[in-house]
C-alpha cells in the first residue's frame, strides 16, 4: 500500500493554518485572561474587607468569584477551536444542581454564614444565648459557630438555623441591670428599708450613678411584702455584683433587725365539745 506523503502533509498544512493561528490566540487569551482573573480576585479582597465583610469569609468569596471566571474563561477558550458549548454549559449546570441539592444543609448552613459574617450580630468572645444554647463566643467559621458554656463544655451550632433565630448577645451593651428580689416582713419599717438598701448600692464602686438604683415594693405574698432591688453595673462586673449584693443584702438586713419571712402556715385550733 503506497502512501501518498504529499496528501498527507498538505492535510497537516491546512490543520496548521485552520487551527495554529486559533491555539495561539487561545493560549494568549488563558494566559492573559488568569493574569486579569487573579487582579481581579486581589481587588475583590480589598473591596470586601474595606467593606467591612469577616476576614474568615473574604477569601472564600473571592475564592468563589475567582473560580467562576475560571470556568467561563475556559469556556470562552473551548469555543474558540468551533467546540459548541452549549451541552457542556448544560453539563455543568445539572451537575451544579446535583451537588447543590446534596449539599443543601451545608449550603443553607454556608448561607447562614454569610449573614452573620455580614450584619455581625456578635463576634468573638461575646456571651451570647441561642438555640436554647448559652455561652462565650470561641470560634466563628464557614459553617458553625463554636460556644464554650459557664461549665467549660464546647457547644457547635450550625450557622443556617442560628442565623434564622433569634440571638440574645449579653455582652453587646456596656451596662447590665442587677435585679435582686427580697422580700421583708409586713411588719417591718419599708422606707427604713429602702434607705439601707440604696446606701449600700452607693458604697460600692461598681454600682453605676446613673440610672440611679431603684428599690421599689412589686407584690404582695403570702409571707412577704415582695421587693424588687435593681442595679446597674458595667457588663464585665454584672456576675460580680450579682452574688456579692445577694450575700450583702442578706447581711444588710440581718444586722438591721429587718427580717427575710419564710413560707409559713398560722394553725388555729378550736376546740369544742367531743363526742
Known sequence: MDIDVGAITDKIMQLGVTYLP???LAIVVFIVGGFLIKKAVKLIKAGLLKGGIDETLTPFLAGIVGALLKVML????????????TSFIAILGAAGLAVGMALQGTLGNFAGSVLLMIFKPYKIGD?????????????IDIFTTQLTTLDNQRVIIPNGPLSGGTIVNISAEDMRR????????YSDDFPKTKKILLELAASD???LKTPEPFVGITGFGDSAVDLTYRLWCKTDDYWGVFFDFNEKTKACLDSNGISIPFPQRDVH?????QS
Open 22 to 24: 486559533k491555539a495561539l
Open 74 to 85: 475556559v469556556i470562552s477558550v473551548i469555543s474558540m477551536f468551533g467546540v459548541a458549548t
Open 127 to 139: 456571651y451570647i444565648v441561642v438555640q436554647d444554647k448559652e455561652g462565650f463566643v470561641k470560634g
Open 178 to 185: 442587677v435585679d435582686i428580689a427580697v422580700g421583708i416582713g
Open 205 to 207: 464602686s461598681r454600682v
Open 269 to 273: 385550733m378550736i376546740s369544742g365539745p
